[in-house]
């Protein structure tokens, strides 16, 4: 267990439709970072925040949306589904300045 | 922004062999360099890391060399094992709270008995 909880595990939904996936950084971690894997590819950067605030956006989609609360925990929502957006989403959290990312297990989202 | 180059994609290397996994980056302001393991059906695990201040750094089996001025870094496992088969990301990123990690495109590691 890395200390970032993501929930659902799993998820398949139909084109068009929207879902939230959750993200619990480990206990102290202020950022929380969020990718996208597509089958047999890299981790695509999608966005940052830190203590509540966006920090930095990599090649997200108008259709994707995340935030994070008080609490800390994050949100990624994705919107008008397709088929392409079908992949495996990671939430990573970090402490302090820059170093030790620590990765989630995933949410494996399908869209049929 | 940064952009990180990795190769070889595939490696199979025997039982007890070495295997060495480079990867280049463009931004010379880059200062972090992490090497990730990721497991079929797993997130990505940090195995090692190494900041520009120094140029090597070993852990049992696993080492890491970065060169500033070529802008490349290299991880090597040694002695390796079934089990460190798998796929290896490097990635780099400038530190500071609005951070992020940029990735290579991975390596997929097989070790052969």
């Given at each position: 267990d890395s200390g970032v909880t993501q929930t659902p595990k799993h998820l398949i939904t139909a084109t068009g439709q929207r879902v939230t996936l959750r993200c619990s950084p480990r206990s102290g971690d202020l950022s929380v970072y969020w990718y996208q894997q597509s089958l047999d590819q890299g981790l695509q950067f999608l966005i940052q925040y830190y203590n509540g605030e966006e920090r930095a956006k990599g090649?997200?989609?108008?259709?994707f949306s995340a935030q994070q609360f008080p609490d800390l925990h994050s949100e990624l929502n994705l919107s008008s589904?397709?088929?392409?957006?079908s992949a495996l989403y990671f939430c990573a959290s970090r402490g302090g300045q820059g170093y030790g990312y620590t990765f989630g297990s995933g949410t494996r989202l399908t869209v049929v | 922004g940064e952009n990180v180059e990795q190769h070889p994609s595939t490696l199979s290397v025997q039982e007890g062999d070495s295997a060495v996994i480079k990867c280049t980056y463009?931004?010379?302001?880059?200062?972090y360099f992490p090497w990730y393991k990721q497991e079929l059906g797993k997130g990505p695990q940090l195995i090692i890391d190494i900041r520009s201040n120094v140029g090597e750094k070993k852990d049992q089996r696993i080492a890491v060399t970065l060169n500033k001025t070529a802008k490349h870094f290299s991880l090597h496992i040694t002695e390796?094992?079934?089990?460190?088969?798998a796929v290896y990301f490097c990635a780099a990123s400038i530190t500071g709270t609005a951070s992020k990690l940029t990735f290579g495109t991975g390596t997929r590691l097989q070790v052969t008995l």
């Open positions: 090649n997200i989609l108008e259709r589904l397709e088929l392409g957006d | 463009s931004d010379s302001a880059s200062n390796t094992q079934p089990e460190d088969s």
